[in-house]
């Protein structure tokens, strides 16, 4: 099976957007909604102009809002910012890891959305989702965009790589040969630190990288770094006996998780977005699109 041509573009997932030159189509994270005792939503500040039509809204949403919010009122909150975005899509993706409690409501939100707009619409699809489609349920979605990475538990000291692990990504590699929706890919570039007490996950650093193990840690075992001295890394205190768990993306295991997507997909996919803008010049992109 020959591989088709690969398009790629990027996520930028922060709460502001400064982009001087944008180069690629991105994704742009522009409302972060949550629930406490009411909803809670987050717009992306714009302190430069994203690219007509090269540029695509992400709302995010989490389960728990998803669960207890009114359905009007989600609806009515997205519309309503959507309305006011600083550049010109003719897509809208929805990034909400959903449950069976809430998958129904998740679902009526996506048609009343996609009714309202008249755009294409795409939603996150997780490994599981697939795996366990006939109960998880598939979104009325164009597309779906199949997140291929935080697939172990991250908070777990015994995790290998909660980013990238492709030895437990083949285990949900099932029912894509029945899956309805079209999947698009999405692979990480990022890299981040997990600090652990008594083997208890406490904090995460995100854009680590090994040469900050080089000075007051010492190497106890394959990526775990144990804290020799107490002192502020990346501007927080650690203490001394902490143990810090490297996680990476590294260009090997992303060339194996794109092959093995080509053969479970059957090479129906044409667009790789990659996670995040920040990391853009980590690989060249090429290199990994080669496999």
């Known amino acids: 099976m020959q591989k088709k041509q690969l398009t790629y573009s990027f996520y930028n997932w922060k709460n502001s957007f400064s982009l001087k030159k944008q180069d690629n189509k991105l994704y742009i994270k522009v409302l972060d909604i949550n629930y406490s005792n009411k909803l809670e939503v987050i717009n992306t500040y714009f302190k430069t102009k994203p690219k007509d039509n090269l540029s695509i809204p992400v709302v995010y949403i989490t389960n728990k809002a998803m669960k207890l919010a009114f359905l009007d009122e989600l609806v009515e909150n997205v519309l309503n910012n959507l309305k006011h975005l600083p550049f010109v899509y003719d897509e809208v993706q929805f990034d909400c890891d959903w449950s069976l409690m809430s998958k129904s409501k998740y679902f009526a939100f996506l048609k009343r ?42 908070a777990d000291f015994d995790t290998k790589n909660s980013i ?37 996950a406490i904090d995460i650093f995100e854009g680590v990288t090994k040469q900050d193990f080089l000075k007051n840690f010492k190497l106890i075992k394959s990526n775990y770094y144990e804290v020799t001295k107490s002192f502020y890394f990346k501007g927080r205190y650690i203490y001394k006996g902490d143990i810090l768990r490297f996680e990476d993306s590294n260009l090997d295991d992303l060339k194996v998780a794109l092959n093995d997507f080509f053969y479970i997909s059957k090479n129906r996919f044409d667009e790789v977005i990659f996670y995040t803008i920040e990391y853009k010049n980590k690989y060249k992109i090429e290199k990994i699109l080669k496999g």
């Open 113 to 154: 959305i996609k009714a309202s707009l008249n755009k294409k619409i795409s939603a996150t699809i997780r490994l599981h989702q697939i795996k366990y489609y006939y109960k998880t349920g598939v979104p009325p979605a164009d597309y779906g965009l199949l997140m291929y990475y935080n697939m172990s538990n991250i």
């Open 164 to 200: 990238l692990d492709n030895d437990i990504a083949k285990k949900y590699h099932y029912n894509f040969d029945k899956y309805p929706l079209k999947l698009k890919l999405a692979l990480p570039l990022y890299s981040q630190a997990i600090q652990f007490r008594q083997k208890k």
